[in-house]
């Protein structure tokens, strides 16, 4: 690689949400280790009603060589499709309130190690999940989840962090009801009488959850499992092992891989794709394997959960 080429590989797009929930913590830290690194960073502030993917088309014919990302799964969420379209590669800085993309992907939740992370790990492709045309890297769910993306605003992240998943949860667990929804995949469709539909391309969400205990957003496959329970007070017993990733293991939880699915409900409901609610049913999921790149390491650590 010759000079110019090598010093466009170090010029990156810089995107922060410093509104994020801990978007003032160690950032100007973080970004001085990048530039202690060699990269230069040119620093885009989004317009009101703007996003991620908005910046990142904006400035791509202007010689870039990455994007670096510095927020919550929202944000990362809302770069997905602009990703997808520039083939640029990603950094993560860690700001929001669950992480659960840098989680999946062993990068540290402290936004300096994981700025560390992109000055010295060369980026590696992942994949993503889409449905119904909107792409996300962790887990898009109908049901119970979409609801508590719904109830979950932002005043209860900024106040509680990870515990405001939980409060939110309590109060919606005793009003939720199962739904009859029609799930299609391999050549096959069933019925299920479900409180929640969930399709999985990383392996972690909704700030502590496990889609599946060995997933990861590299192995080319959707993780699905259905929650049929009777009553909502058995989800409380199930929750242990929704946190593991092992919530297939109980008779009365569907669980299969796919690399495709349709979902179909009686109504349209909301679909949460990584926290946002951008999408109703009927639901046609699909994979797409190795659409973008991340420096990130080269595979999850032993023991992470």
């Known amino acids: 690689m010759d000079a110019q080429a090598t010093a466009g590989a170090r010029r990156a797009l810089l995107i922060v949400n410093r509104n994020a929930r801990n978007g003032g913590a160690a950032i100007e830290e973080a970004l001085e280790v ?135 949860a309590f109060r919606l667990l005793r009003r939720s ?30 700030g502590g959850m496990t889609v599946a205990s060995e997933a990861r957003p590299d192995d080319g496959r959707l993780d699905v499992y259905s929650l049929e329970l009777d009553h909502w007070w058995r989800l409380l017993a199930l929750l242990p092992y929704l946190r593991r990733g092992t919530q297939g293991q109980w008779r009365d939880v569907r669980a299969f891989q796919t690399t495709g699915c349709e979902v179909r409900t009686r109504r349209p409901m909301p679909i949460n794709t990584d926290g946002e609610l951008k999408a109703m049913t009927p639901a046609r999921f699909r994979l797409l394997p190795k659409v973008v790149r991340v420096f990130a390491p080269p595979h999850l650590p032993e023991g992470t959960s």
């Open 177 to 206: 009801r199962p739904f009859t929804a029609w799930i299609g995949h391999d050549g096959i469709e069933e019925r299920a009488r479900t409180i929640q539909v969930s399709v999985g391309n990383g392996r972690h969400y909704g």
């Open 34 to 168: 990048l530039r202690e690194a060699g990269w230069t960073l040119h620093e885009a502030s989004c317009a009101p009603g703007g996003n991620a993917a908005d910046l990142i088309r904006a400035h791509a014919g202007q010689g870039f060589g990455a994007v670096i990302l510095g927020g919550g799964d929202g944000t990362l969420n809302g770069a997905a499709p602009a990703l997808i379209e520039t083939g640029l590669p990603f950094g993560v800085l860690p700001l929001g309130t669950a992480n659960d993309l840098a989680r999946s992907l062993g990068i540290p939740p402290d936004p300096v190690e994981a700025a560390r992370i992109i000055a010295s790990m060369p980026p590696r492709p992942i994949d993503l999940g889409e449905v119904n045309g909107i792409p996300f890297f962790n887990v898009a769910s109908i049901g119970f989840s979409a609801e508590l993306a719904r109830d979950l605003g932002k005043e209860v992240k900024a106040r509680w962090g990870k515990l405001g998943y939980a409060i939110a």
